[in-house]
């Protein structure tokens, strides 16, 4: 436990450093909100769970929205996101599903950033205008060669990059006659980075004097009918 702390708390330190690029990219997403646009959270496998963090939850913004079909999740079967993450084409589903516009933006989130559906997306909203993030390990990512026909990889293609800072191949504790790492650290990490990123865009849309519509959560008396009045908006 205690290693495991440190090495968490180490990362987090190194996001703390990158505090200058949160509020930049939180500003870039509310000048997409304020023309109109809204601003996506997309992952496949185990990295869906960043959407969720922002999604629909007490403390939340209403005005994100998640991309998150269940075959690329672990809902239906351990592996078929792992397939499905890897067919660039399927990017085009996502794209055309929900309708992106050139006013929007989107955050991708892949911890190595290198399989075909999440850097075609991230190539396909790039060139049609979409404010494009990337939210990924770059020292992983750097060391992988891409799954993609252009070679590149997630943060080399997007607008900007957050990153978790994790280690290649994500897990960060060696236990002794054991084969493989344990420990990783891409959920906590990413869950922290899109508390904080909320927090972000929530003072920048005061700032401008923009609705900032944050969830109470459900167990709280009224809270209820606040959060059905904002969904309803939103």
Not at 129 to 143: C, D, E, F, N, Y
Request: charged share 25%; proline share 2%.
């Amino acid at each position: 436990m205690k290693e495991f702390k440190e090495n968490i708390l180490a990362l987090l330190d190194l996001v703390e450093q990158d505090d200058d690029n949160l509020k930049e990219i939180a500003q870039k997403i509310v000048e997409r909100m304020k023309d109109g646009g809204k601003f996506y959270v997309f992952g496949t496998g185990h990295s869906h769970m960043i959407g969720e963090e922002f999604y629909a939850r007490a403390g939340g913004l209403a005005n994100v929205y998640m991309i998150a079909p269940l075959e690329a999740t672990l809902s239906s079967h351990p592996l078929k996101s792992t397939y499905i993450e890897r067919i660039a084409d399927y990017a085009e589903v996502i794209y055309k599903t929900h309708k992106l516009t050139p006013k929007d933006a989107i955050m991708i989130c892949s911890n190595s950033g290198r399989n075909g559906c999440l850097v075609e997306l991230a190539d396909m909203a790039k060139k049609n205008g979409l404010l494009t993030i990337a939210l990924t390990s770059v020292t992983h990512s750097s060391s992988s060669s891409s799954r993609h026909k252009s070679g590149l990889r997630l943060y080399e293609i997007c607008d900007y990059t957050i990153d978790n800072h994790g280690c290649v191949g994500d897990a960060s504790i060696q236990l002794d006659g054991i084969r493989g790492q344990m420990g990783s650290t891409s959920t906590i990490i990413g869950t922290y980075i899109a508390q904080t990123l909320g927090m972000y865009i929530a003072e920048e849309l005061h700032k401008q004097n923009m609705e900032v519509p944050v969830f109470l959560s459900s167990n709280l008396d009224g809270g209820d009918e606040w959060n059905d009045s904002i969904m309803k908006k939103y």
